[in-house]
Nanobody, 115 residues
Framework: QVQLVESGGGLVQPGGSLRLSCAVS????????MGWYRQAPGNERELVAR???????YYADPVKGRFTISRDNAKNTVFLQMNTLKPEDTAVYYC?????????WGQGTQVTVSS
């Protein structure tokens, strides 16, 4: 069974950095499109970044130039490098895997940006 486990969240000051990781079980990770989503209290869950199986990337406007999504297929892991963090980046961040019609979600990791 496929499982996604996020890690790397925490408390950081504005302007700081964090790197989130999402470890994916299974032997066909390289075929998955992967995405990072976030949800703040009272808000809808929104797409932050995604990376296709071929390495094509997409970023939501609020994080362009600050966040970088990458993947290491040898380690079955996708990363989200977050730089120049702002208070409005505070949210629970979720990892999602996509393969055909199948979708898998991680449990989420809290990111708090505050002075």
């Amino acid at each position: 069974q496929v499982q996604l486990v996020e890690s790397g969240g925490g408390l950081v000051q504005p302007g700081g950095s964090l790197r989130l990781s999402c470890a994916v079980s299974g032997s066909i990770f390289s075929r998955y499109a992967m995405g990072w989503y976030r949800q703040a209290p009272g808000n809808e869950r929104e797409l932050v970044a995604r990376i296709s199986s071929g390495g094509n990337t997409y970023y939501a406007d609020p994080v362009k130039g600050r966040f970088t999504i990458s993947r290491d297929n040898a380690k079955n892991t996708v990363f989200l490098q977050m730089n120049t963090l702002k208070p409005e980046d505070t949210a629970v961040y979720y990892c999602k895997g996509e393969l055909g019609l199948v979708r898998y979600w991680g449990q989420g990791t809290q990111v708090t940006v505050s002075s």
